[in-house]
């Protein structure tokens, strides 16, 4: 069974400072896709990145960045110069890819981390 | 502009009544999804849905049911059976291809008075 965890269940930060949000899986299979997704107060989920097991090379989109550690099953997530508009709770997801039935790979979410940027 | 829609934004139920929650995407997506969510929780998995008159149960799909019409369209209802129902309730789409990304809509908050 797959599972994600992110022991983070909430962060505060002052603005401008750098965070980084750790996300933890489980997984049998050899092919997955991991997930971050962002949902500020308005409750929308917004998707941030997908990266497949086969693709360690970090990301970096801006002011984010992700590490991605097969070695220790982490998908971390930070952000640099952390604004208050990144104040949101973070999901980090876990895809098993079913290559003979596409659409009924399950999703699995963490609990999220709250992070709370201070002005 | 291309995207996914739940309506409404807010509902309130009295105890024991059915109420349908709508989403309507025109991405063009095959597959469709419902999840809920509850405070401090991640996302469970409802129903899903790949192709039109086809849908599966998820992890929590007690008291809920489905239906897929129209392939933009995947309403959900949730019955007087469902023992909780007061949760924040998010349908997403995906094309059918290997774990792809699943984009969701602003979500329904849903409140049993």
């Known amino acids: 069974a797959q599972k994600v965890t992110q022991a983070q269940t909430e962060i505060s930060v002052v603005e401008k400072e750098d965070v980084t949000l750790d996300c933890v899986y489980e997984?049998?299979?050899?092919?997955?896709?991991l997930f971050w997704y962002k949902q500020p107060p308005s409750g929308e989920l917004v998707f941030l990145i997908r990266?497949?097991?086969?693709?360690?090379q970090n990301e970096i989109s801006g002011r984010y960045s992700w590490n991605f550690q097969k070695s220790t099953s982490s998908f971390n997530f930070t952000i640099t110069a952390s604004q208050v508009v990144d104040s949101a709770v973070y999901f980090c997801?876990?895809?098993?890819?079913?290559?003979?039935?596409?659409?009924?790979?399950?999703?699995?979410f963490g609990t999220g981390t709250r992070l709370t940027i201070i002005p | 502009d291309g995207g996914i829609t739940q309506s409404p934004k807010y509902l309130f139920r009295k105890e024991g009544q059915n109420v349908t929650l709508s989403c309507e995407q025109n991405?063009?997506?095959?597959?469709m999804y419902w999840y809920r969510q509850d405070p401090g929780q991640g996302l469970r998995l409802i129903y899903y849905?790949?192709?039109?008159?086809?849908?599966q149960k998820g992890d929590i799909a007690e008291g809920y049911s489905v239906s897929r019409e129209k392939k933009e369209s995947f309403p959900l209802t949730v019955t007087s059976a469902q023992k909780n129902p007061t949760a924040f309730y998010l349908c997403?789409?995906?094309?059918?291809?290997?774990?792809?990304?699943?984009?969701f809509g602003p979500g329904t908050r849903l409140t049993v008075l």
């Open positions: 997403a789409s995906s094309m059918l291809r290997a774990a792809d990304t699943q984009y």
């Open positions: 997984t049998r299979d050899t092919t997955y896709y």
């Open positions: 990266r497949n097991s086969f693709d360690e």
């Open positions: 997801a876990l895809s098993e890819a079913d290559i003979s039935n596409f659409g009924n790979e399950k999703l699995t």
């Open positions: 991405l063009n997506h095959d597959a």
């Open positions: 849905s790949q192709i039109v008159n086809d849908f």
